[in-house]
């Protein structure tokens, strides 16, 4: 079975800082790993997706990810927190052999004070 | 491109009525899902659908939810009779790629579902 862990409930940071959301994954074979993030009242949109090769992976709106297969973790990152970045952020994962379903991690509320 | 159209974005019911929430995927996609988000949680799979055909209802309550997907375009979502725990917010997404595709979902705005 695959499982996803957000540890962390809520991230505060102040604007211009780096932020960072943590993700770590189980699952029995090679994982594709997911960031979306929610703003609210809104659905879910996507940030970026791993799904092979370099380990680091950039996305939307400035973000970036590694992926670390000995750590098991998926963290997101940015170098420079915007007020605009706050928002709910998922972390998800899907197995690659076969259709697995996506499998959602609790989010973690990030809150960027100017 | 228009995205996925959820509606009524907000609805609300006494316990035991009936409730159905519509959604519209992306033109050409192909997978449809409904999702299921509590407050502080993330979304779980109900049913995914590949063009009218479920696939994975395995999370679907079949006892009070229903869902159908005729032409293998839009979606309907059914309850019934609503439960007092089925508040929550009801999500669509869709994606253009097969099952074995590690597409990214595209969802809509949702459906806000308060029991009373």
């Known amino acids: 079975a695959q499982s996803v862990a957000q540890p962390e409930d809520q991230v505060n940071v102040a604007e211009g800082n780096p932020l960072t959301v943590k993700c770590t994954y189980s699952?029995?074979?090679?994982?594709?790993l997911f960031w979306y993030v929610q703003y609210p009242n809104r659905g879910l949109q996507f940030l970026l997706k791993?799904?092979?090769?370099?380990?680091l992976v950039k996305g939307s709106y400035g973000f970036e990810a590694e992926f670390n297969k000995s750590q098991t973790s998926f963290h997101l990152k940015k170098p420079s927190a915007l007020v605009s970045d706050s928002a709910l952020y998922f972390c998800?994962?899907?197995?690659?052999?076969?259709?697995?379903?996506?499998?959602f991690g609790a989010g973690t509320q990030v809150v960027v004070t100017p | 491109e228009a995205g996925v159209v959820q509606s009524p974005r907000y609805k609300i019911i006494e316990k035991k009525q009936p409730v159905a929430f519509w959604c519209n995927p992306i033109?050409?996609?192909?997978?449809l899902y409904w999702y299921l988000q509590n407050l502080g949680q993330g979304p779980e799979l109900l049913i995914r659908?590949?063009?009218?055909?479920?696939?994975?209802d395995s999370q679907l309550p079949k006892d009070r939810f229903s869902a159908e997907r005729l032409k293998g375009v839009d979606s309907t979502l059914k309850i019934q009779p609503a439960e007092l725990g089925d508040s929550a917010v009801y999500l669509c997404?869709?994606?253009?790629?097969?099952?074995?595709?590690?597409?990214?979902?595209?969802f809509g705005e949702g459906s806000r579902l308060t029991v009373l």
């Open positions: 997404a869709s994606s253009h790629l097969a099952g074995g595709e590690p597409g990214e979902l595209f």
């Open positions: 699952v029995s074979g090679n994982p594709y």
């Open positions: 791993y799904i092979t090769g370099d380990n």
């Open positions: 998800a994962v899907r197995e690659t052999n076969g259709w697995g379903k996506l499998q």
């Open positions: 033109s050409g996609h192909n997978t």
């Open positions: 659908y590949e063009n009218e055909e479920a696939v994975d």
